[in-house]
Each structure stands twice: as structure tokens, then as C-alpha cells.
């Protein structure tokens, strides 16, 4: 069936004003100024979209889709990703990451559940690797694995400047980076490695060196929790104003907030404020990966789960309380990790693009419907697909 959007004003994320954007199976077929529908022509599903923002589906660019955690023991693994944690979130595509755990939760676990996702109605793509080096692959080798396999389009997310990493040198690292470089660069793939920044103090002191030392550019780097804390919310500034890419973690806790993790709408603020491109910056959830805490002695002692709703509802709070104009707030989690990422048919609502949109209302910013590759996954704010298991 065809759906024909109307009356809806159109975030591109750039603002295109009052449109109507008709859908064409999985791909925006055309936009225009007022589309009539034919009669006796065929069923064209109607959405009236009037006091409606209507923008590009989201992006999570860091998701443990296949669940995480583990730092307090088995008991503490966090369970797979359902389909409605996503969508409810106005997420229609997901990068899913190992974390901590490479051994129980491995490569084989990872594809299989993008792919089901998928097989459920999103869009999923995969980084190869968790937080250890030597990077545990599918293929044995990392070049191999973003040349061959179709969903994985990086490395990550690879653990630097924490207590839970592998301790890499600058020589390990320089030697990922390289392979995924020239990985991506042969299949045509973003070939990027995203970078689990931890409380450490060398923070980004081994990306900064290999800018430096080789010649690999600083945008094959996409570190992620840069605001964890002041001193490396600080790195970030210098780091974002060089032409480095900087993501914003927008899972967290009041706990986390009070030791000095700066929430993700007040760092965009303050980023653009400090003159940072808004296209160098992005937001991704950490969803279903885990929020442990550790005593000063590194000792585990309380664990959270990061959410893939928090991805929206941070970029909701830079829009009515940081006055950040909607389209340059969207971009975080629609263009600029499509751009960042190389997914050529996402982030944007234009002619050929894949249908994902969502549907908000103009005055609330609530999410009223989702639309992932043409099929509507949330109808006035209730999910109307399910996971296999929900």
C-alpha cells in the first residue's frame, strides 16, 4: 500500500516547510508542496500529519543489542534488546556493539540478533570487536570482516583509558585503526572505530598521537562518552574543534550526574556555543548495555541498564530547555551519523531515501508515529508491531 503524508511541516533535517511526502513501498517516492490522491487508482493509506513535525527516523549508533554488562557477575548480564525498546524510541536504525563481555556475548550473537531485528522491521548494522585487543572477530581478521560481511561497518566499541580495558598500546591501536581504514575504504564502508572513552587519565591522548604521528585522519575515530566527566568533557571541546567526531551518551543516572557527567542536551549547548561544527557531533543511547558502578578501588557495587528512549529525550530537552533550533538538534541523530557512518540511504528525508519517519507533535515533541522502511511500527505513541517474543 502506498501512504501519502500530508500537511506535515518537514525537518530534513534541514526545515523544508509544509510538505507532503508520499511513501512508495520502503522508499520516499516524492514530496511536494500538496499531493492529491488519484481516485480508482489504488489504496493509498492517508496520515494526516497537520500541527505535526514529520522528520527522518533516528539513528542509534550505539546500542548492545545482544545485551552487555556482566561487570557484577552472571546475574548481572543485561538481556537481549526487544523490537518495541527501539521503536517506541523513534529509532528505526540501530549500530549494535559488544561491550565489556567478548566471551559469552560474541560476534556469532551479535549477527544473529541484528538480523532478526531486521527480519522484525528495522534497519541494523554491527560493529565487529568488544572492549578487548587483540579484536575478537568473525573472520579472524578485521579487514575481512567489513569487506565480507555485509552488516558490520566498523570496529568497536574498543575500550581506552579505563580500569576494564586490555591496556593496548599506541601500537595495537594505530594497527586496528589502519586495518579498518583500508576495510572501509575497500568495500566502500565508513571503516570507522568507535572508542569506549573511560574515566582514565590518558583520555584521548593515543587518537591525538596517531593524528599526529601517521597518516590516518582524525575522522576515522568516533569516540564515544565524552562527557562523562569535566576534564574530558574539556578534552572534547579542543578535541570536536580539530575536526574530531564527538558522541554524547544520553543513557546515565542521577548518580552519574552529580560526580560531574554533564547531561547530553547541555553539552550540544555548549559545544555550538564554543563554535564546534553541529555536524561533528552526535548523541547515541548505549541502550541495554550496562551502567555499573565501582568504588574508588574499582569494586563493583551497583549496576543500571542504558535505555534506547533516552536518545530522543535528550534531543527533546536541547530543543525546549537549551532553545537548540530543532534542526540542528535532530541532526545529532539523524544526518550526522548517517553522514559519519556512510549510510547512504538514511538520516535524511529526501526522494529515494529510505521511509523511515516519525511523526511528533508540534507543540509536546511527543512521538505520535514511526515509520521504518515504509511499514508503521508506532501508531499515537503504541507500538502496533512487536518482537517475535513481546
Known amino acids: 500500500m502506498l501512504k501519502l503524508i500530508k500537511n506535515g511541516e518537514v525537518y530534513s533535517p534541514d526545515y523544508l516547510g509544509k510538505k507532503d511526502i508520499l511513501l512508495t513501498g520502503d522508499k520516499i517516492g516524492y514530496i511536494g508542496d500538496e499531493l492529491k490522491a488519484p481516485e480508482d487508482f489504488a489504496d493509498i493509506e492517508i496520515i494526516d500529519a497537520n500541527d505535526k513535525y514529520v522528520i527522518p527516523g533516528f539513528i542509534d549508533s550505539h546500542v548492545h543489542i545482544c545485551g552487555g554488562g556482566g561487570e557484577g557477575g552472571f546475574k548481572t548480564r543485561t538481556p537481549e534488546i526487544q523490537l518495541t525498546d527501539i521503536t517506541l524510541g523513534g529509532v528505526t536504525t540501530v549500530i549494535g556493539v559488544l561491550g565489556t563481555d567478548g566471551t559469552t556475548r560474541n560476534m556469532a550473537n551479535l549477527l544473529a540478533k541484528a538480523r532478526g531485528l531486521e527480519e522484525e522491521g528495522i534497519t541494523t548494522y554491527i560493529y565487529t570487536g568488544s572492549y578487548q585487543v587483540p579484536i575478537r572477530t568473525l573472520t579472524g581478521s578485521i579487514q575481512d570482516d567489513i569487506i565480507l560481511i555485509d552488516k558490520i561497518i566498523g570496529v568497536g566499541e574498543v575500550a581506552m583509558s579505563d580500569h576494564r580495558s586490555s591496556q593496548p598500546t599506541m601500537e595495537d591501536f594505530v594497527k586496528i585503526v589502519a586495518e579498518a581504514r583500508v576495510g572501509g575504504i575497500l568495500s566502500g564502508k565508513a571503516g570507522v572505530v568507535n572508542i569506549h572513552m573511560g574515566d582514565g587519565k590518558r ?55 552529580e560526580e560531574g557527567e554533564l547531561k547530553c542536551s547541555r553539552g550540544l549547548k555548549i559545544l555550538l556555543d564554543e563554535g564546534v561544527s553541529p555536524n561533528n557531533i552526535t548523541f547515541s543511547s548505549d541502550g541495554q548495555g550496562s551502567l555499573p558502578e565501582f568504588d574508588e578501588y574499582g569494586k563493583f557495587i551497583a549496576l543500571g541498564m542504558g535505555k534506547v528512549t533516552s536518545l530522543y529525550e535528550e534531543v527533546k530537552d536541547a530543543i525546549l530547555e537549551e532553545n537548540i533550533s530543532v534542526d540542528i538538534a535532530l541532526r545529532v541523530i539523524t544526518a550526522n551519523p548517517a553522514d559519519i557512518l556512510k549510510l547512504s ?23 505520535e508515529t514511526v515509520i521504518a522502511m515504509g511499514k508503521i511500527m508506532v501508531s499515537k505513541g503504541k507500538p502496533v508491531v512487536k518482537g517475535t517474543f513481546e
Open 203 to 257: 583520555q584521548v591522548d593515543f587518537i591525538e598521537e596517531i593524528i599526529e604521528k601517521t597518516e590516518i585522519p582524525i575522522t576515522q575515530f568516533t569516540p564515544t562518552h565524552m562527557a562523562r566527566n569535566p576534564k574530558l568533557f574539556a578534552r572534547a571541546i579542543d578535541y570536536a574543534k580539530k575536526g574530531g567526531i564527538v558522541d554524547f551518551t544520553t543513557s546515565t543516572n542521577k548518580k552519574f550526574l
Open 345 to 367: 540511504n538514511k538520516g535524511y528525508i529526501k526522494k529515494g531515501r529510505d521511509a523511515d519517519i516519525v511523526i511528533i507533535d508540534k507543540d509536546t515533541l511527543e512521538i
